[in-house]
């Protein structure tokens, strides 16, 4: 049974998750604060989590920090508002996706599962047991591990899904929405956002410089690719 925290300040809607996620299968604490949101995620051991944006006292992007810091539970952002740089903003902090309020349970009962699919590891295809060195970087695919510089890199489930997915096919430029598609099972349009973040928040962890990427080429006016250089 999936176990999901959720953080959020309003009772009306903690509650409404609260019942509602339970009714879909998943095991759930609630916590109306950020610091008793980390506490429980210390002592619940989540699955995922679900982070209300707008917070009282410790904000959800401090949240999302310090969580980030200590691991990497999938975390699902809410916020009340589809704004971009709200949306951005958090996305950068460290969030694997986002829901805009009010959220509608059985949206976010697919976002939960895909995350967890994703922190799982790859699709099988991509699965290969070998490690495939790409100059100071390298992959170990059946291991799920990245190293930089010889030292581990500790990436999302999303970041690691998204490198693997561009490295097995170095050279092919994906679009966005393909991406979209292949790391977030997302088939609808709009949100270049999930990417984008992505590749910034992968790229200063493998030590891509900035303004001359190394590994993760942005491909002006379509996407992304993988190379060496």
Known sequence: MPRVLIIEDDRAVRDGLLLALRRQGHEVRAAATGEEGLE????FHP???VLDLMLPGMSGLEVCRRAR?????PIIMATARGDDTDIVVGLEAGADDYVVKPVRARVLDARIRAVLRRA???PDELSTPRTEHYG???IDRAGLTVTHQGRPVALGPSELRLLLTLSASAGQVFSRQQLLEAVWEHSYHG????VDACVKRLRAKIGEPAGSPRHVHTVRGFGYRFGTR
């Not at 429980?40 to 002592?43: A, E, H, P, V």
């Not at 810091?69 to 539970?73: D, E, K, L, R």
């Not at 949100?191 to 999930?194: C, G």
Request: hydrophobic letters at 45%; zero cysteines.
């Open 47 to 49: 699955d995922a989590v």
């Open 136 to 138: 100071d970087l390298a």
């Open 69 to 73: 810091a200590h691991g990497q539970v």
């Open 191 to 194: 949100d270049a956002r999930l």
């Open 120 to 122: 799982g590891g790859p």
């Open 40 to 43: 429980l995620l210390r002592s």
